[in-house]
Nanobody, 122 residues
Framework: VQLVESGGGSVQAGGTLRLSCTVS???????LGWFRQAPGKLREGVAT????????YYADSVKARFTISQDNAKDTVYLQMNSLKPEDTGMYYC??????????????????WGQGTQVTVS
C-alpha cells in the first residue's frame, strides 16, 4: 500500500484547502487517518475514516471545520479544511492500517504513511 498526498499550500486565515490522499494497493477495510505535525510539536491525529463503512472521527480542534470523505472509485480520501486558522499550520500526513472496523488516532498503530504535504495559514 502506498499513500500519496496532495493539495497543501499557503492560505490566509479563514481560507480553505482540500487535501487528497490517493491509495494504491488494497483499499477496503482500512482506517485512513490525517495527521499533522507543527515544528516542535507531537504528531496530532486530525481525522479518521474507516474505508469499509465510512465511520469518521474528528479531533475537537477541527470539528465543524474539517470534513474527511472518501471516493471509493478513485481510492482517494479527502480532507476538506474550512475556516483555517494559523494554528492549523503544519505538515499533514495521510496514514493507513488494516482494520476490522475500528479506527484510532494513535500514530503508532498506522503501518503506512505518505510523504506529507505542507499547510501554512497566515
Amino acid at each position: 500500500v502506498q499513500l500519496v498526498e496532495s493539495g497543501g499550500g499557503s492560505v490566509q486565515a479563514g481560507g480553505t484547502l482540500r487535501l487528497s490522499c490517493t491509495v494504491s494497493g488494497y483499499y477496503s477495510s482500512y482506517c485512513l487517518g490525517w495527521f499533522r505535525q507543527a515544528p516542535g510539536k507531537l504528531r496530532e491525529g486530525v481525522a479518521t475514516i474507516f474505508t469499509g463503512g465510512g465511520r469518521t472521527y474528528y479531533a475537537d480542534s477541527v470539528k465543524a471545520r474539517f470534513t474527511i470523505s472518501q471516493d471509493n472509485a478513485k481510492d482517494t480520501v479527502y480532507l476538506q479544511m474550512n475556516s483555517l486558522k494559523p494554528e492549523d499550520t503544519g505538515m499533514y500526513y495521510c496514514a493507513a492500517y488494516l482494520t476490522a472496523g475500528t479506527c484510532t488516532v494513535v500514530p503508532g498503530q498506522y503501518t503506512h504513511w505518505g510523504q506529507g504535504t505542507q499547510v501554512t495559514v497566515s
